[in-house]
C-alpha cells in the first residue's frame, strides 16, 4: 500500500512540476466551475421567468370579461414547464423542446421557442453545462496527461529500473491511477459541489444527487483506468495518445452523434404537418359536429333525445350546442392523444435502440443516467405534455359543461345574428377565476431512480471492464520486467 | 519531388499515423453519409406531404363548394409552405434539424403559426448531428494535432535529429516535404469523402471549390499553430498537451462561452410575450365594439373601406380583419424576435473572426444556407406568402364573392426557393488572419532565439 502511495505522490510531483499539464488541469477545473455557476445562475433565471410568465397567463385567463364560454375555449391559455430539480447540472433536452405550451380547443400545440432554434451555431458541440464538461472534456484532459504515464516512462527507461528494483506492476499502475483518479476528482470538485448545493437547497432529490455523483465517479474512474492500463500496454506514448484519442473519439463523440441516425432509420418519426393532415383526415371520417345531416353527429343526437326522453332538440333541458362541443372535443382529443402516443412511442422505441449501444459506449450511459436523474429527459418532457394535455381537455370540458348549462339554445342560435342574444349568451366572468391552476406533479423518485437504473449498471459494467484491463496490464508488466 | 515520396513512403512506413489517416478517413465517410441519409430523409419527407395536402385542400373543396362561403374557404383550407435542403445541406445540416422545414399556415394571424415546432426526437437532436461540418470543425484538428505535435521533438527524442538535419544541410530541406506530405495526407482524406458526397448531392462547383478552400484554410490554422508549438524544444508529450488545450479552448471553451455570453446579452423573451401578446389582441375584438377593430384595420387596408358595412350579426371579414389587427399588435415583438435571432448570429460571427473553429462552422453552414439567417429567410418568405394568401381571400370576404371550386385552384401557391448560400469572404478571411498572426508569433519568437 505504501508503493502505491508513493507511486501516487511521484507522479503528483510530476504533475504539479510539468507547467502544460497543471495548466491543463486548472484550465478545465476553472471551466467547471463556470459551467457550473453560468448554468445554475441561467436556471435560477429561467426559474423565475416561467413563474412569471405562468402567473401573468392565470392572471390574464381569469381577467377576461363576461363571455360566451366557447369565445374562452379559444382564448385558450398558457401552460409552462417549471423547472426540474438538476437541470443546472445537466439541462437535458430542454434546449430543443420549448417551455411553454399554448393550449386551446381542438388543437394540441406543441412547445415552442426551444432555446436552440433560436440560437447560433456556436454550441453544435454542446451547451457550456457541468455535464458536458464531466462527459466530454474532463476525459480528453485525462488522456492528453495520462496517456505517457507509464509509454513515457518506458521511452525513457525508467519503467524497467522502478520494476527492477522490484515495485510490482499492479502498484505502480495503482499508484499512477490513484494520481489520475485524484486529478479527475479535483476538477469534478466544482460540478460535485453543485451537486451537494442543489441537494442541500432543495430543488434536487437526495437520492438523484447521490446516483448522479455514484454515476460521474465510476465514468470517470473508467476513463482513469482505461488510459493507465492503455498507456501500460502501448510501447510508445504517442501510440497511447493514438488509440486513447481514437477511444475517445469513438465512445465520446460518434456513437453518441450517430446513433441518433440509426434510431431514426429502425423507427422514423412523421413530421407534424403530415400527422396535421392526417387528424384532419380522420376527423373528417369520425363526423363533422357542424354538419346537421352528418351520420354519426345524427346518432348522438338520437341518443341524447332518448337519454333526456324528448323528440326535439328545442325540448332539451340544456343547451344541445354545448353537449356537441362536449362530444366533439372527446373526439379529436381522443384522437390527438392516439398521434401523440403514437409518435412518443417512435420516440421512446429510438431512445430504446440509442440506450442499447451503451454496450459500446459507456458516454451513451452517463448521459441516460444524468439526464434521467436530473429529470431533463423525454419521458420528464413527455410527462410535462401529457399532464398539460389533461389539463387542457378538463379546462375544455368545463367550459363546453358551462356552455350547455349556463347559456341557452335560444340565445346561443341566435348569438351571430342578433346583438342582445349575443349579450345574453355571455356568462359572468366570476366563472374563469374560479377555474383550476395548471399545477403539474414531478415523477416520483422511484419512478426516476428505477429508469435511471438500467444504464447505472451498465456504466459500472464498463468500469468492472476498465478494472480488469487494467489488471491485465498489471501483470503484462511483470511479465515483461521478469 | 523525390523527396516527397519518400517522405510519403516513410509516413506509409509508421502504423500509428496510418492509423490515425484511416480513422479520419472513415469517420469523414460516415459524416458524409449521414448527411446524405438526412437530406434524402428530409426531401422525402417534403415529396410526401404534396399528395397528402392536396387530397386534404380537395376534401374541403368538396364541403366548402357547397355553400360557396370564402370565410369557410380561408378558414379551413391549409397551404403548405416548404424549405428543401441546400446541395450542400448534407455537409452542414445546421439548425435544419431543429427547426421546421414543412409549414402548413393558413389565413388567419401568422404570428400564431409561424413558430410551431417539429415533431423530433429531442433526445436524438441533443448529441448533435454528426455531419462534413462537425468532423472538420472538432475533430480534423485533434488529428493534426496527432500527427504534428512531435515532428522535430520526435525524432529528437528518438535520437535522430541532429543525424537527419546534418544529412540534409537545410532543415527547410528536411521538414518542408515531411510537412507537405503530412498537410496533403490529411486534405485528402477529408477531401475525398466530401467530393464523392457533393458529386452524389450534385452540389454547384463553386460550393465544393469554396468548401475545399475552407478545408486547406482551417488546416493551415493549425497546421501553422503545431509548427509553431513543436518548434519549442519540449518533449512530445509537452507538445500535444499544449495543443490540446489550444484546441480546447478554440473549439469547445472559447464558443461554449461566447454562446452563453450571447444570449445572455441578447435575451430572446419575444418568443413567449409573442404568443400572449398576440392571443390577447386577437380576443380583445370579441369584447369590443366591431367598428374599432375595423377602423384599426382600414388603417392599414384603406381600399376595404368603403366596402359593405358590418350589421350585427357575425361575419368572416371582421372576424379575418381582427386576426390582421393582432398581428399588427404583436408586430413589434416579432421584428424584435426575428431581429434577436439575427443579433445573436452576428454576435457569433464576430467572434468567429478571432476563433477559426467558429469561423469555419459559420462559413460551411452559410455555404450550405442552413444557420439561422436561413431559418429566418424561410420564415420571411412564409411571411410573404401569407400576405399573398391574405391579399387573395379579401376581395372574395369583402366584396362577399361566392367561393366555388374553380376559386379554389385560383388559391396561390408556395414556391419554394432553393436558398442560395454565399460566399463567407469575412469568415475565411478571419481564418486566414488568424493563420497569419500564429505564423508571424512563431516567426518573431523563432528570431529571437536564433538571435
Not at chain 1, 403514437?342 to 422505441?349: L, V
Not at chain 2, 403548405?80 to 446541395?87: E, G, H, N, R, Y
Not at chain 2, 421584428?335 to 468567429?352: F, I, K, P, T
Request: charged share 20%; glycine share 8%.
Amino acid at each position: 500500500m505504501s508503493v502505491i502511495l508513493s507511486v501516487t505522490r511521484n507522479e503528483l510531483r510530476h504533475l504539479v512540476r510539468s507547467r502544460v499539464a497543471l495548466t491543463g488541469l486548472i484550465l478545465v477545473a476553472l471551466l467547471t466551475f463556470a459551467a457550473a455557476l453560468t448554468s445554475n445562475a441561467y436556471q435560477a433565471d429561467q426559474a423565475g421567468l416561467r413563474e412569471r410568465l405562468q402567473h401573468a397567463a392565470d392572471q390574464d385567463f381569469a381577467a377576461q370579461p363576461n363571455r360566451h364560454p366557447h369565445r374562452v375555449v379559444h382564448f385558450g391559455h398558457f401552460a409552462i414547464r417549471p423547472a426540474s430539480g438538476l437541470a443546472a447540472m445537466d439541462p437535458g433536452v430542454e434546449a430543443y423542446t420549448g417551455n411553454m405550451i399554448f393550449l386551446e380547443g381542438h388543437r394540441q400545440n406543441s412547445a415552442n421557442f426551444g432555446d436552440a432554434r433560436q440560437s447560433s451555431l456556436l454550441v453544435r458541440f454542446g451547451q457550456l453545462s457541468p455535464a458536458l464538461v464531466l462527459q466530454v472534456i474532463v476525459p480528453l484532459l485525462l488522456v492528453f496527461i495520462g496517456a505517457g504515464m507509464i509509454a513515457g516512462e518506458r521511452e525513457r527507461g525508467t519503467l524497467r529500473q522502478s520494476l527492477l528494483a522490484g515495485i510490482s506492476g499492479g502498484a505502480l499502475l495503482s499508484g499512477k491511477a490513484l494520481a489520475l483518479g485524484l486529478a479527475a476528482l479535483a476538477i469534478a470538485t466544482p460540478a460535485f459541489g453543485l451537486l451537494l448545493w442543489l441537494g442541500a437547497s432543495g430543488g434536487a432529490r437526495l437520492s438523484a444527487v447521490g446516483l448522479t455523483t455514484l454515476g460521474y465517479v465510476a465514468y470517470l474512474a473508467f476513463w482513469t483506468l482505461l488510459i493507465i492500463a492503455v498507456s501500460a500496454t502501448a510501447n510508445r506514448s504517442r501510440s497511447a495518445l493514438i488509440g486513447l484519442v481514437g477511444a475517445w473519439a469513438f465512445m465520446v463523440v460518434l456513437v453518441p452523434r450517430v446513433a441518433p441516425e440509426a434510431a431514426a432509420a429502425l423507427a422514423p418519426l412523421p413530421t407534424r404537418v403530415e400527422t396535421d393532415i392526417a387528424v384532419q383526415r380522420d376527423l373528417r371520417s369520425m363526423g363533422d359536429s357542424h354538419n346537421p345531416n352528418d351520420p354519426y353527429f345524427a346518432a348522438f343526437k338520437q341518443k341524447t333525445l332518448k337519454q333526456y326522453g324528448v323528440t326535439r332538440v328545442e325540448d332539451l333541458p340544456v343547451n344541445y350546442r354545448g353537449l356537441l362541443a362536449i362530444e366533439g372535443e372527446k373526439l379529436t382529443s381522443s384522437l390527438f392523444d392516439r398521434y401523440a402516443d403514437q409518435a412518443f412511442g417512435a420516440m421512446e422505441a429510438q431512445g430504446r435502440v440509442m440506450d442499447a449501444l451503451a454496450v459500446v459506449s459507456p458516454t451513451v450511459a452517463i448521459r441516460r443516467v444524468s439526464m434521467t436523474l436530473a429529470e431533463t429527459d423525454l419521458f420528464a418532457y413527455r410527462r410535462f405534455l401529457e399532464q398539460a394535455e389533461a389539463y387542457r381537455y378538463d379546462l375544455v370540458q368545463r367550459l363546453n359543461r358551462l356552455q350547455a348549462t349556463a347559456v341557452t339554445a335560444a340565445d346561443d342560435a341566435a348569438k351571430s345574428k342578433n346583438a342582445a342574444a349575443e349579450a345574453r349568451s355571455r356568462i359572468s366572468a366570476d366563472h374563469w377565476q374560479a377555474m383550476p391552476h395548471f399545477d403539474p406533479k414531478r415523477p416520483s423518485a422511484a419512478d426516476v431512480v428505477s429508469r435511471a437504473l438500467p444504464a447505472l449498471v451498465a456504466l459500472l459494467l464498463w468500469l468492472a471492464a476498465g478494472a480488469l484491463f487494467a489488471v491485465h496490464a498489471g501483470r503484462r508488466l511483470n511479465r515483461r520486467a521478469a | 519531388m523525390n523527396a516527397l515520396l519518400r517522405e510519403a513512403r516513410f509516413l506509409l512506413g509508421l502504423k500509428s499515423v496510418v492509423a490515425a489517416m484511416v480513422a479520419l478517413f472513415a469517420l469523414t465517410a460516415v459524416a458524409v453519409s449521414a448527411g446524405l441519409v438526412e437530406v434524402a430523409r428530409q426531401e422525402a419527407a417534403i415529396a410526401r406531404i404534396g399528395p397528402q395536402q392536396a387530397s386534404d385542400v380537395a376534401a374541403i373543396t368538396d364541403w366548402v363548394s357547397r355553400e360557396k362561403d370564402p370565410g369557410s374557404a380561408a378558414y379551413y383550407t391549409f397551404h403548405a409552405t416548404s424549405d428543401p435542403p441546400s446541395d450542400l445541406a448534407f455537409a452542414a445540416i445546421g439548425t435544419r434539424d431543429v427547426s421546421p422545414y414543412v409549414l402548413r399556415v393558413r389565413a388567419l394571424g401568422l404570428e400564431a403559426q409561424l413558430y410551431e415546432g417539429e415533431i423530433g426526437n429531442p433526445e436524438a437532436a441533443l448529441p448533435g448531428r454528426f455531419d462534413f461540418a462537425f468532423v472538420l470543425v472538432y475533430l480534423a484538428p485533434l488529428f493534426v494535432i496527432l500527427l504534428f505535435h512531435d515532428l522535430r521533438s520526435g525524432e529528437r527524442e528518438a535520437g535522430r535529429l541532429r543525424a537527419l538535419e546534418a544529412s540534409v544541410g537545410a532543415s527547410s530541406a528536411l521538414w518542408g516535404p515531411r510537412l507537405t506530405v503530412r498537410a496533403l495526407g490529411l486534405f485528402l482524406v477529408l477531401a475525398l469523402p466530401f467530393l464523392v458526397g457533393a458529386f452524389v448531392a450534385g452540389t454547384a462547383p463553386w460550393k465544393v471549390g469554396a468548401v475545399l478552400v475552407v478545408v486547406l484554410a482551417y488546416l493551415a490554422f493549425w497546421i501553422v499553430l503545431c509548427v509553431v508549438v513543436a518548434r519549442a524544444a519540449r518533449s512530445s508529450l509537452a507538445n500535444a498537451m499544449t495543443l490540446a488545450a489550444a484546441w480546447m479552448t478554440l473549439t469547445l471553451i472559447v464558443p461554449a462561452i461566447g454562446h452563453v455570453v450571447i444570449n445572455s446579452a441578447i435575451p430572446l423573451r419575444q418568443g413567449m410575450e409573442l404568443g400572449q401578446t398576440q392571443r390577447t389582441a386577437v380576443h380583445r375584438a370579441w369584447d369590443i365594439p366591431k367598428a374599432e377593430t375595423m377602423d384599426a384595420f382600414f388603417r392599414t387596408h384603406p381600399q376595404w373601406r368603403n366596402t359593405a358595412p358590418l350589421g350585427e350579426a357575425f361575419h368572416w371579414k371582421w372576424y379575418f380583419a381582427f386576426h390582421q389587427v393582432g398581428d399588427e399588435l404583436a408586430g413589434g415583438l416579432s421584428r424584435q424576435y426575428r431581429q434577436g435571432v439575427l443579433e445573436r448570429a452576428a454576435w457569433s460571427e464576430r467572434l468567429g473572426l478571432v476563433t477559426p473553429g467558429v469561423a469555419t462552422q459559420l462559413a460551411l453552414h452559410r455555404l450550405a444556407a442552413t444557420d439561422p439567417a436561413a431559418q429566418i429567410a424561410y420564415q420571411d418568405r412564409i411571411r410573404a406568402f401569407h400576405g399573398e394568401l391574405r391579399r387573395f381571400f379579401y376581395p372574395y370576404l369583402f366584396e362577399d364573392r361566392p367561393f366555388g371550386r374553380a376559386d379554389f385552384a385560383r388559391a396561390p401557391e408556395y414556391r419554394a426557393a432553393p436558398a442560395a448560400g454565399s460566399w463567407p469572404v469575412a469568415l475565411l478571411g478571419g481564418v486566414v488572419l488568424m493563420t497569419a498572426l500564429v505564423g508571424g508569433v512563431g516567426l518573431v519568437r523563432g528570431r529571437r532565439e536564433a538571435s
